[in-house]
């Protein structure tokens, strides 16, 4: 019977108010992880991506591998895909100079192309179906491709926008009220808003994450990115003890 229902479910969690919750603050975190370790450890850009490069094929090669879901499994490797789409950003769009808006462009071009490749090789990009190696690598790659996105996009907004980072977060807070609102009220696919959500709390978290640890001076509040980070850190841990959270059921 347990076989049964395990065989039943996808290997991803099932989207309930929890999952963006934590979603948002794994964002955050990766975020001030990133900047820790490229800034405050004065490792750079370049080798931080190399860094969180390794830690996010080790945590998807374990999570594919894995028999069935496992949250602290799944919510780690969301965090690696956050901390090397921050530091592969920033290295994007600072050190090879192809600015915010080049960045976010060549970005948002990979994430189309890898979701139109998933769905044309496996007929579905919803979550529902992550349940195979194939459609899992196809669903961390895009994540991976969302999370950078959403770097670029958030610093793009806050900074040369000139929205700040309380500003550019009221806007993509907003955005994401409209997907919500969407959802409940309209035929427009769940699938479509699913992922349109997942991408928007990436430059929200990357917002409010700046907002911690940058400085007075550019509208932050100066916070330790290690402080920030340990905070984040346990109240992520905190959510999956305190909240059980169910794997997505299979689609058929």
Same mark, same amino acid.
């Not at 999570?63 to 965090?79: G, S």
């Not at 890898?114 to 790659?141: D, H, Q």
């Given at each position: ?72 499994? @799944? #919510?780690? $490797? !969301?965090?690696?895909?956050? *901390?090397? +789409? &921050?530091? =592969?950003? %920033? ?5 090879? /100079? ?40 196809? @669903? #961390?790659? $895009? !994540?991976?491709?969302?999370? *950078?996105? +959403? &770097?670029? =996009?958030? %610093? ?5 926008? /000139? ?90």
């Amino acid at each position: 019977m347990q076989k049964n229902i395990e065989a039943s479910l996808a290997k991803v969690p099932e989207v309930t108010l929890l999952f963006w919750i934590i979603k948002i603050a794994a964002t955050t975190l990766g975020e001030t992880g990133g900047d820790a370790v490229s800034m405050s450890m004065n490792l750079g850009y370049l080798v931080a991506t190399g860094i969180f490069a390794v830690v996010f094929l080790v945590f998807v090669g374990a999570q594919i591998a894995a028999k069935r879901f496992h949250p602290f499994l @799944y #919510w780690a $490797t !969301i965090v690696a895909t956050t *901390t090397v +789409g &921050t530091t =592969l950003a %920033d290295f994007a769009d600072r050190s090879l /100079g192809i600015g915010y808006a080049g960045g976010t462009s060549l970005l948002f071009a990979a994430l189309m192309a890898s979701l139109i490749l998933w769905y044309r090789t496996m007929g579905s990009i919803s979550v529902e179906s992550v349940s195979s190696p194939k459609t899992e690598a196809f @669903y #961390w790659t $895009t !994540i991976m491709f969302s999370q *950078t996105l +959403g &770097t670029a =996009l958030g %610093d793009w907004t806050a900074d040369t926008a /000139g929205l700040g980072y309380t500003g550019a977060a009221a806007i993509f807070a907003a955005l994401l009220a409209l997907v919500a609102a969407a959802y409940f009220w309209t035929r427009i696919s769940h699938t479509l808003l699913f992922w349109a959500a997942f991408v928007l709390t990436r430059p929200l978290g990357a917002v409010v994450g700046d907002f911690l640890d940058k400085p007075v001076s550019d509208g932050g509040l100066a916070l330790s990115r290690y402080t920030a980070s340990a905070v984040l850190i346990v109240f992520i841990v905190a959510c999956i003890l305190v909240f059980k959270q169910r794997a997505a059921s299979k689609s058929h």
